[in-house]
Nanobody, 124 residues
Framework: QVQLVESGGGLVQAGGSLRLSCATSERAFRWHAMGWFRQAPGKEREFVSAIDWSGGSTNYAHSVNGRFTMSRDNAGNMVYLQMSRLKPEDTAVYYC?????????????????WGQGTQVTVSS
């Protein structure tokens, strides 16, 4: 069973920054693309960003492009989401997810393992 554990969420003022981390002990981690999704209260879960197995290709939702940066450390089995210029509408539970394959994807159905989520709250 693959376990993903997110951390780094919290309360921040608009315009501030946070860095989310996702840790896994899976040995095959380095061969899988990874993604971040978020779900705000009363809304559907939505795609935020994805990174391919090597870290050489990333994809971002339009709403976060230019403000968020996703990266990975394959040696340390870690994935990160650096969030800058945060807005109140970024408030959500953020989930780390492991893709079934190695290429980036924005579809949640392409991800078969999910973390428990970490809360990000941006105050205005």
């Amino acid at each position: 069973q693959v376990q993903l554990v997110e951390s780094g969420g919290g309360l921040v003022q608009a315009g501030g920054s946070l860095r989310l981390s996702c840790a896994t002990s899976e040995r095959a981690f380095r061969w899988h693309a990874m993604g971040w999704f978020r779900q705000a209260p009363g809304k559907e879960r939505e795609f935020v960003s994805a990174i391919d197995w090597s870290g050489g290709s990333t994809n971002y939702a339009h709403s976060v492009n230019g403000r968020f940066t996703m990266s990975r450390d394959n040696a340390g089995n870690m994935v990160y989401l650096q969030m800058s210029r945060l807005k109140p509408e970024d408030t959500a539970v953020y989930y780390c997810a492991r893709h079934v394959g190695s290429t980036v994807s924005s579809s949640s159905t392409d991800y078969n393992y999910w973390g428990q989520g970490t809360q990000v709250t941006v105050s205005s």
